[in-house]
């Protein structure tokens, strides 16, 4: 469809590419690595490192950080399961080595792979000057710093540009020494002598939970009345007590900070401050709308993101988004989802096959999520109170973890784990699996299949789970159900 | 109370007619002698009458299908009245009497003859548009008639397992029985189901009952789910709970939902386009599929050649004497009702004649045994613009010529109006078939099985044959193709006949004297 040489021969313009990728995240990475993979030429432009908010100051370094935390921590409490560890400290900055290795290992697994399937990587900001129109490809420049540089050209366009951490409209936090975001605080030489964190999402509890592992005060200010709103609102508060250490602060507005101090209107509207060393900002992120010429090319933008269809394509026949930018699931593993099926989408474009639509399209209601800790979280589906907002009739158990022989024998009775299941209630269908407890985050994806096949309670109660696991108190909620 | 209009019964031998246009809408008032529909048998057209007045509450099927007679078509009672009680009730009926049974019974009678009507089925109807009252007592099943298909135990339960309605399965088995293989057919074409998906299709089908979500169309009436979506939006394209209700919205928005969806024996995935004739696109060829007296004659002469040994052999003789009678004929006096006697006839007449002492030609070839008729029910193939038809004339060895005409004369243009008995298109025990008059010198017909010999009759040529005095005259002669089974008649007793034929024919004035 595209013929590149002949259109050049005629003195027509001319396809560089058959796609560009703006940003190198997980999204973009991904689908470079599946349409290089397909022989296609493929543009990677990437402003600063490859792998993303997600590999350089996200899952990957939190997780490397909290392996040490969970060791550090482990050791402490070691004697209760008759192991006593002399000496014991630890060090933030061979921590922060290790990391580093590990962050650097892994982009340098990436940028093989971009080899290994031909792509073309660029660093630079990418920008969109003009959308496909017609035979005629679109057009992306790229600046690096202050230099205009190239313009390529490609029939296809796929944006990933990410997000990026959201600011609240705070009084004092801009130019505030003491304030950092989440890559901030990751990057910092040392410990920080007590931390506050604003906001109770999936970053606040994490970076929670792995300073007070290593014994720094930690209070956590969240302005609804729960943390982790997304989770289903019976297990929430049993994760929030696996932090026995943090002091969490819920119902409370931050309104102003002075210095090292924080001041916010409690639950009961009364006004109280507090003082930190370091105040993390985990509000949020919002996604990387602006910049990369979404306005010139005109596709339609939300506040929350690249507006996309079933297939990830945007407004703009030619142009597809995928990952965070579209605002739809702001996870790597949804982002990597999103990437496999603008790849297949913009592979059958390539070929001609038009506006048709595969079968292989994007799930939004199956994608699971985790929350990391010296506990886990994982969960997919509906809540209850999901099911409850969308009037659909559910039935459900909940079974501790108790039940797990090694769960008792790794944590005893000390910390909470708990399985919820949804199911329909007339013909059992499962409709939401919800955990919290160890291993949670690698059980789920069995969840997610769960879901995805739509499996009954009758179906799953035939599996046959490994023992001893965690994973085995699914077959026990299934069975649970009357 | 509603009543079920069902596909009457047309002769012995019909298994299933065809509708070929519908004559009312459902809502429309009836009256027992309005008509409402044409159906077509695998040889002629009728009308079916609505036998009872009221509203037309419900078609169910659309133009183009095949319906087993008996079947029901239409339910016919009083405005607002549901349907599907009525239906319920007449398929819980005849499954407490055994369908496939039934069926079995009427494929033995598919003899040569046709059979006393004494011998039909008990409580079967006989007649043209039988109707069957509803009672109230009976529970409502399934409002589909599905209970009619042919299907091994196994392939049924099968086919339950799975979700598969029966009606989606084309049958591979002894006389299109669905079997186990033809699920599995089926199964490898569909794509998967979830868990949930395949619940909720058998459960769609086990209960007319509504359930929440799914099955229900807007107004709240049951729907089976009787088709699924040929990809679905789940993993590698499995079918969903979601899709099979979204598929059946939008079902309901793109299609006549006046008919059940799916109700098709031609397969899973019968489309709407696939039933429009003919297709064609701008500036290509024309595809119109083979249904219908086409297809019926399609097998048929398949089945003909596939199965028997035909041998034909060609002769000729003197038409002198003939055509001096025919001449006779036409100027004989209009009350004597001769003037109309054809060639044609003349042979007919005599072939009646002459079968009669060549008994071996007048006779079936069914299952390894031969049968001898001792009468002539004689086939006389007729041009019709919906394709070949073969009405009889019954008892032809004991009618006169001027019978023989006269009969031939009214079935060939009941053939051609359409208007033809299915009674009148069976039982025949050979075949004369006519292209003389269109010019053809010599052929081979094909065998009207189970008979085992067809005459083709051909053109009257002049002809070079040496005079009485020894010298060259033209004489006009008749040509004859004569096309026997081999398996059961040889060439020399055939050639005999033929013999005989042309003498008889060379004579034809002495056997008028028969």
């Not at chain 1, 909290?66 to 002399?86: C, D, I, M, W």
């Not at chain 1, 302005?223 to 026995?244: C, G, Q, V």
Request: charged share 20%.
């Amino acid at each position: 469809m595209w013929l590149m040489k002949e259109q050049n021969k005629e003195g027509k313009t001319m396809s560089d590419f058959d796609v560009i990728i703006l940003g190198g995240g997980p999204a973009g990475y991904q689908a470079a690595e599946r349409l290089g993979s397909n022989h296609r030429k493929v543009l990677l432009i990437e402003p600063q490192f490859l792998g993303g908010t997600c590999l350089n100051v996200g899952c990957i370094p939190t997780k490397t950080l909290l392996h040490s935390a969970k060791l550090y921590l482990h050791s402490r409490e070691a004697a209760a399961f008759g192991v006593t560890v002399e000496g014991l400290r630890y060090d933030w900055e061979s921590m922060q080595g290790w990391k580093e290795e590990v962050v650097t290992k892994l982009r340098e697994g990436i940028a093989f792979q971009m080899k290994r399937a031909g792509v073309t990587v660029i660093e630079g900001w990418g920008r969109l000057i003009a959308p496909p129109q017609g035979t005629e490809p679109a057009r992306v420049q790229i600046s690096q710093g202050e230099r205009v540089g190239e313009e390529y050209r490609a029939p296809a366009v796929l944006v990933c540009t990410g997000s990026v951490p959201l600011l609240p409209p705070i009084p004092g936090i801009q130019n505030n020494p003491a304030v950092v975001d989440s890559t901030g605080l990751l990057g910092m030489r040392e410990v920080p002598q007590n931390l506050v964190v604003v906001g109770g999402g999936v970053i606040g509890v994490e970076f929670a939970g792995l300073f007070s592992a290593f014994g720094v005060p930690v209070t956590v200010i969240e302005m609804t009345d729960e943390i982790l709103p997304f989770m289903d609102r019976e297990l929430a508060p049993l994760l929030r007590k696996s932090f026995k250490e943090v002091d969490f602060r819920l119902g409370c507005r931050v309104e102003k900070i002075e210095g090292n101090i924080l001041f916010y209107t409690n639950r009961e509207g009364k006004g109280e401050q507090i003082t930190a060393d370091r105040i993390l900002m985990a509000v949020g992120r919002r996604p990387q709308i602006g910049g990369w010429g979404a306005e010139t090319v005109g596709l339609d933008v939300r506040s929350q993101g690249v507006v996309v269809d079933e297939w990830m394509r945007t407004t703009v026949p030619g142009i597809w988004a995928a990952g965070d930018v579209t605002g739809r699931s702001l996870l790597a593993h949804g982002a990597y989802r999103m990437a496999d099926v603008a790849s297949r989408d913009i592979l059958a474009y390539l070929e001609g096959e038009g506006s048709g639509r595969g079968i292989f399209r994007m799930r939004w209601e199956a994608i699971p999520w985790v929350v990391y800790g010296m506990n886990e979280a994982a969960g997919v589906g509906l809540t209850e109170q999901d099911a409850q907002r969308q009037g659909i009739p559910y039935k459900k158990v909940t079974v501790p973890l108790k039940v797990s022989g090694r769960f008792v024998a790794e944590n005893g009775f000390g910390i909470p784990g708990t399985c919820k299941v949804l199911a329909d209630p007339h013909k059992g269908r499962i409709l939401g699996i919800h955990l919290v407890g160890p291993y949670a985050s690698e059980i789920i994806w069995g969840a997610a299949l769960i879901l995805e096949q739509e499996l009954r309670i009758q179906d799953v109660r035939e599996l046959i789970f490994p023992h001893p696991t965690v994973s085995e108190v699914l077959r026990d909620a299934v069975w649970a159900f009357e | 109370m509603a009543q079920v209009v069902v596909m009457p019964k047309q002769g012995n031998t019909v298994e299933s007619c065809i509708i070929v246009a519908w004559h009312v809408k459902e809502g429309d008032l009836v009256q027992p002698e309005t008509p409402l529909c044409d159906v077509e048998t695998d040889k002629a057209t009728f009308e079916v009458p609505a036998g009872v007045a009221g509203v037309v509450l419900k078609l169910l099927y659309p133009e183009g299908e095949d319906v087993p007679v008996l079947h029901p078509i239409a339910v016919i009672g009083e405005a607002g009245e549901a349907w599907e009680t009525a239906l319920g009730q007449k398929e819980h009926k005849e499954d407490t009497r055994g369908s496939l049974s039934a069926r079995g019974q009427e494929e033995k009678k598919l003899g040569p003859l046709p059979t006393s009507p004494e011998e039909a089925i008990p409580g079967r109807a006989m007649h043209s548009a039988s109707v069957e009252s509803s009672s109230q007592e009976m529970k409502p099943s399934s409002p589909i008639p599905a209970d009619h298909i042919p299907i091994s135990p196994r392939a049924r339960k099968r086919a339950e397992k799975e979700a598969v309605p029966p009606y989606h399965l084309s049958g591979s088995g002894p006389e299109g029985r669905i079997i186990e293989r033809d699920v599995e057919a089926y199964l490898e074409k569909r794509p998967p189901l979830t868990a949930a998906a395949r619940a909720t299709l058998i459960e769609s089908r086990n209960s007319g009952s509504p359930r929440a979500g799914y099955g229900n169309d807007v107004s709240g009436e049951f729907q089976e789910l009787t088709s699924v979506p040929a990809e679905g939006s789940g993993i590698g394209g499995r079918i969903r709970e979601e899709d099979l209700s979204s598929f059946v919205s939008s079902q309901g928005k793109e299609k006549d939902r006046s008919f059940p969806p799916g109700v098709s024996q031609k397969g899973a995935f019968t489309s709407q386009k696939e039933k429009e004739t003919p297709v064609s696109g701008p500036e290509g060829p024309i595809i119109t599929p083979i249904k219908g007296i086409r297809k019926v004659i399609a097998e048929r002469m398949w089945q003909s050649l596939a199965t028997t040994a035909q041998f034909t052999l060609h002769s000729h003789g003197s038409a002198r004497k003939m055509l001096a009678l025919r001449q006779e004929f036409k100027e004989s006096p209009e009350a004597l009702g001769l003037r109309n006697i054809t060639i044609n006839d003349m042979i007919l007449f005599l072939v009646s004649r002459l079968l009669l002492q060549y008994s071996y030609m007048n006779a079936h070839m069914v299952d390894e045994q031969l049968i001898t008729y001792q009468d002539v029910h004689l086939g006389m193939a007729v041009d019709t613009p919906r394709g070949l038809m073969v009405p009889v004339i019954r008892y032809a060895n004991r009618c006169s010529l001027v019978e023989i005409s006269r009969q031939a004369k009214r079935l060939a243009q009941a053939c051609l109006d359409g208007t033809i008995s299915p009674d009148d298109l069976t039982g025949s025990t050979f075949t004369v078939t006519n292209l003389g008059s269109v010019g053809v010198e010599s052929f081979t017909p094909v065998l009207n099985v189970p008979e085992v010999a067809i005459l083709g009759v051909c053109s009257i040529e002049p002809r070079a044959i040496q005079g009485p005095g020894g010298n060259v005259v033209l004489e006009p002669h008749i040509g004859f193709s004569l096309t026997i089974n081999h398996q059961v008649v040889d060439g020399a007793p055939a050639a005999r006949f033929l013999q005989a034929l042309v003498q008889a024919v060379e004579q034809f004035d002495l056997w008028m004297a028969l």
